[in-house]
């Protein structure tokens, strides 16, 4: 593969803290050389050019949540639509859940997606493979083979590992290998026949409400757990102020410990719901005012390492019906970098620590080589223009499915150009040039 | 009575109180007045609905609500087809959605639905041309019977405004008491919670109630007693430890009905659970109680409900160049 030349870009690598004007250089699929200086004596001859007019040059995006369809579910998403939608989202990395059909839960299983995704995915795709075989919650998953075969960290997805005995021995035999235990926290006694935050709209709509308390009891079992067995624990996505000060007080005392925030607890709060919006119904449920502002809070203070967006593709109907009985999660690849930019727009987070939790924070955690703009690191690359107001419509999705509660939202800064391995995989069709 | 809305009804569909303001309250309830002196006739039949059709879709069973919604139709003069979940597609595994559009491929001219699902009414009414009237969703709504209680309680006391209320039992799963609570805040009443706090909405203080745990104390000088239903799978350990310890602390019976006024009245939706809920003598006593009142008004209501709705679409629709409406 040719080398390129990116000049004239605003160059954001969080991993250094570099945020400067200058000119980055791939070749054979990787970063080969980036600074200010760069290209001071001309740019050498037989090097492509690309002029980023100004536009930010920054790591592609890494999405540590992403549900698809595959197997067992294409006619939802695939792992080839999900990675054009990520790819016009910016996201160069995503790493696919394991309640798929059937469960991500052994060697064989974590090869198939590694196959599929090098055939068929435009973009990077890693899987998270199962903590226990079937997501049961009861036998544990061969952690170390599918580790060695590419898992890069394990979960049962959109379920808690109930037994407390049973996530003692799993963060406990995955500290013997330094796995990452990414965990759902939910206590489901509690959350129960829940559809919805609990709280006054749920009163009002009547339909069962999940509390608050069944992630805060979650959270702090678990930290115990992680105290007593030294497991790294990444708390799957955070939606309340007391799980936030729970973990913060982990943080406190030095366990390993982190976690993440989907983009619908900050973007939206329960009174998206309305009447009955099934596409407001997610995982975590969408909570109250107070609890959105403590995201942006958790994220600010840098209690809450990452943002993720949570990609649920449903299709119409399993949508379309009464708010107690529709499928759970809204679609999230395409608009998670122009909704967390809210965040910086809007004065709350510094535009390199929140792209820090789209990239190089993920790929601490999962031990990735991306996520920084640096000489060994792969060519993933994201050029984009933090300004550009848009507005998000949901006929222009890449994605299979349109379960998007943002239809019509307007939005600023969009993805110029994605690049993974040093190949143009998205390039935005409305900008002109 | 005088603030009727010049435009008359102005709602396609009765989904729920919720949106309603007093005057479209007081409008079904001055109409249903009338109803209730025609229903005492021998003849009570009127053409006011002739040639229209009434769908009742029950996915859940009912006797009483569909009964009287059945009976008001046919007093209006419409042709009123009954159809229940063991009976239909639903069961096959055909979709609300699915179903609304075979519905609305009828003509039905209103459709009176009951949903174990909250929203669920809402939903269907998206799919269909003609009027939805919501016979009860899940736990959200069930706007007929608190109409139906407020006619029952306006004929009884003359008016709703500045009247206590207080509605005792089941709230957290009930919605007679969700669209109870609504109807008489708009109209004015002062409403009181009375449950054990397992069968309380844990927001319930910003629904403008007063929340009472002690029943002795909640009764105290109230106008209106509404019990509400204990159902049985919710009484043996789940919410409350047993239907004994229930009615000892929750049940209505004389010696905690004396801290009310002395002309309160009982009130319920029925069915009854006679030693559970309520006592059986003061369920029956003719002085206190107006449940079978309730029963009588219900008919009126719903009445009162198909005409105004009814009025949304004329008698005699135009008819387009290929017999189709317009």
Same mark, same amino acid.
Not at chain 1, 101 to 119: C, F, H, N, T
Not at chain 1, 158 to 173: E, F, I, K, P, T
Not at chain 2, 74 to 89: E, F, H, P, Q
């Given at each position: 593969m040719s080398a390129t030349a990116y000049t004239n870009a605003r160059l954001i690598d969080p991993a250094s803290g570099? *945020?400067?004007?200058?000119?980055?250089?791939?070749?054979?699929?990787?970063?080969? *050389?980036?600074?200010?200086?760069?290209?001071?004596?001309?740019?050498?001859?037989?090097?492509?050019?690309?002029?980023?007019?100004?536009?930010?040059?920054?790591?592609?995006?890494?999405?540590?949540?992403?549900?698809?369809?595959?197997?067992?579910?294409?006619?939802? %998403?695939?792992?080839? =639509?999900?990675?054009?939608?990520a790819a016009a989202g910016g996201v160069t990395c995503i790493i696919v859940q394991p309640n798929t059909?059937?469960?991500?839960?052994?060697?064989?299983?974590?090869?198939?997606?590694?196959?599929?995704? &090098?055939?068929k995915a435009v973009v990077r795709i890693h899987p998270m493979?199962?903590?226990?075989?079937?997501?049961?919650?009861?036998?544990?998953?061969?952690?170390?083979?599918?580790?060695?075969?590419?898992?890069?960290?394990?979960? *049962?997805?959109?379920?808690?590992?109930?037994?407390?005995?049973?996530?003692?021995?799993?963060? =406990?035999?995955?500290?013997?290998?330094?796995?990452?235990?990414?965990?759902?926290?939910?206590?489901?006694?509690l959350a129960r026949n829940g559809v919805m935050n609990a709280g006054e709209v749920a009163m009002r709509l009547g339909l069962p409400g999940i509390p608050t308390q069944a992630e805060t009891i979650m959270v702090e079992r678990d930290l115990r757990l992680v105290e007593m067995t030294g497991g790294r624990y990444h708390a799957a996505c955070l939606s309340t102020a007391q799980a936030i000060e729970a973990l913060a007080v982990g943080k406190a005392r030095g366990l390993p410990v982190s976690a993440a925030a989907a983009v619908h607890s900050f973007a939206l709060n329960e009174t998206a719901v309305g009447e009955y919006r099934t596409f407001a119904k997610t995982a975590p449920p969408l909570r109250d005012e107070a609890d959105r502002q403590a995201v942006v809070a958790g994220l600010a203070g840098g209690i809450i390492d990452v943002i993720c967006s949570c990609h649920d593709p449903q299709d119409v109907e399993s949508k379309r019906l009464p708010? %107690?009985?529709?499928?759970?999660?809204?679609?999230?690849?395409?608009?998670?970098?122009?909704?967390?930019? %809210?965040?910086?727009?809007?004065?709350?987070?510094?535009?390199?620590?929140?792209?820090?939790?789209?990239?190089?924070?993920?790929?601490?955690?999962?031990?990735?080589?991306?996520?920084?703009? =640096?000489?060994?690191?792969?060519?993933?690359?994201?050029?984009?223009?933090?300004?550009?107001?848009? &507005?998000? *419509?949901?006929?222009?999705?890449? =994605?299979?499915?349109?379960?998007?509660?943002?239809?019509?939202?307007?939005?600023?800064? &969009?993805?110029?150009?994605?690049?993974?391995?040093g190949r143009v995989v998205y390039s935005d069709p409305n900008s002109g040039d | 009575m005088s603030d009727i809305s010049p435009n008359g009804f102005p709602f396609r569909h009765l989904l729920g109180i919720e949106g309603l303001s007093p005057s479209d309250i007081t409008e079904i309830l001055?109409? #249903?007045?009338?109803?209730?002196?025609?229903?005492?006739?021998?003849?009570?039949?009127?053409?006011?609905?002739?040639?229209? !059709?009434?769908?009742?879709?029950?996915?859940? !069973? $009912?006797?009483?609500?569909?009964?009287?919604?059945? +009976?008001?139709?046919?007093? +209006?003069?419409?042709?009123?087809?009954?159809?229940?979940?063991?009976?239909?597609?639903?069961?096959?595994?055909? !979709?609300?959605?699915?179903?609304?559009?075979?519905?609305? #491929?009828?003509?039905?001219?209103?459709?009176?639905?009951?949903?174990?699902?909250?929203?669920?009414?809402? +939903?269907? $009414?998206?799919?269909?041309?003609? $009027? /939805?009237?919501?016979?009860?969703?899940?736990?959200?709504?069930?706007?007929?019977? #608190?109409? +139906?209680?407020?006619?029952?309680?306006?004929?009884?006391?003359?008016?709703?405004?500045?009247? !206590? /209320?207080?509605?005792?039992?089941?709230?957290?799963?009930?919605? /007679?008491?969700? $669209?109870?609570?609504?109807?008489?805040?708009?109209?004015? #009443?002062?409403?009181?919670?009375?449950?054990?706090?397992?069968?309380?909405p844990g927001a319930m203080d910003r629904m403008g109630v007063e929340v009472f745990h002690d029943m002795t104390e909640g009764l105290r000088d109230v106008d209106i007693v509404m019990m509400l239903r204990l159902q049985n799978e919710r009484m043996n350990g789940a919410y409350v430890p047993s239907t004994r310890e229930y009615y000892h602390f929750f049940g209505l019976d004389s010696a905690k009905l004396a801290k009310a006024k002395q002309e309160a009245l009982i009130m319920h939706p029925g069915p009854m659970n006679r030693g559970v809920e309520i006592d059986s003598e003061l369920a029956d006593d003719i002085n206190r109680s107006v449940i079978r009142e309730q029963v009588e008004m219900g008919v009126a209501v719903r009445m009162a409900v198909l005409d105004l709705l009814s009025r949304q679409t004329s008698n005699q629709p135009p008819v387009g160049p290929e017999g189709t409406t317009t």
């Open positions: 570099l *945020d400067s004007l200058g000119a980055l250089l791939t070749n054979d699929g990787q970063i080969a *050389d980036l600074g200010p200086g760069l290209f001071a004596g001309g740019i050498p001859d037989g090097v492509e050019v690309v002029d980023c007019g100004g536009r930010v040059l920054c790591p592609g995006l890494i999405d540590m949540r992403v549900f698809v369809g595959e197997p067992g579910a294409e006619h939802k %998403e695939t792992l080839a =639509s999900a990675s054009l939608a059909d059937p469960v991500i839960d052994d060697v064989a299983l974590v090869e198939y997606i590694k196959r599929q995704a &090098r055939d493979a199962a903590i226990t075989k079937g997501l049961c919650g009861e036998k544990m998953a061969e952690l170390g083979l599918m580790a060695q075969a590419d898992a890069v960290a394990f979960t *049962d997805a959109d379920r808690a590992v109930a037994d407390a005995q049973v996530m003692r021995r799993v963060l =406990s035999y995955a500290s013997a290998f330094n796995l990452l235990i990414c965990h759902y926290p939910e206590e489901r006694t708010f %107690e009985l529709a499928a759970t999660g809204i679609i999230g690849l395409e608009t998670m970098l122009p909704l967390a930019l %809210e965040l910086y727009h809007n004065g709350a987070i510094g535009l390199s620590d929140l792209l820090a939790k789209m990239t190089w924070r993920p790929a601490q955690l999962l031990g990735l080589r991306g996520g920084k703009l =640096s000489p060994d690191a792969p060519a993933d690359l994201l050029i984009f223009d933090p300004d550009k107001p848009w &507005r998000i *419509d949901e006929d222009n999705f890449h =994605s299979k499915a349109k379960n998007t509660p943002y239809h019509g939202r307007p939005v600023q800064g &969009r993805p110029w150009r994605t690049v993974v391995g | 001055d109409l #249903a007045d009338q109803y209730v002196t025609q229903n005492r006739q021998v003849d009570k039949k009127r053409s006011i609905l002739s040639g229209r !059709t009434q769908i009742n879709l029950f996915f859940e !069973t $009912s006797t009483r609500t569909r009964t009287s919604f059945e +009976l008001a139709g046919k007093r +209006l003069g419409a042709d009123v087809i009954n159809m229940t979940a063991t009976a239909s597609a639903i069961k096959k595994g055909e !979709t609300l959605i699915d179903t609304a559009a075979t519905l609305n #491929a009828m003509h039905p001219d209103a459709l009176v639905v009951r949903h174990p699902n909250s929203g669920a009414v809402a +939903l269907l $009414s998206q799919k269909m041309d003609c $009027s /939805v009237i919501n016979a009860g969703d899940g736990s959200h709504e069930h706007p007929t019977q #608190a109409l +139906l209680d407020a006619l029952t309680i306006r004929r009884r006391l003359g008016h709703l405004h500045g009247l !206590t /209320v207080a509605i005792c039992g089941d709230i957290l799963h009930s919605r /007679v008491a969700r $669209s109870n609570i609504m109807l008489l805040n708009i109209m004015g #009443a002062h409403v009181r919670a009375i449950a054990p706090p397992t069968l309380l």
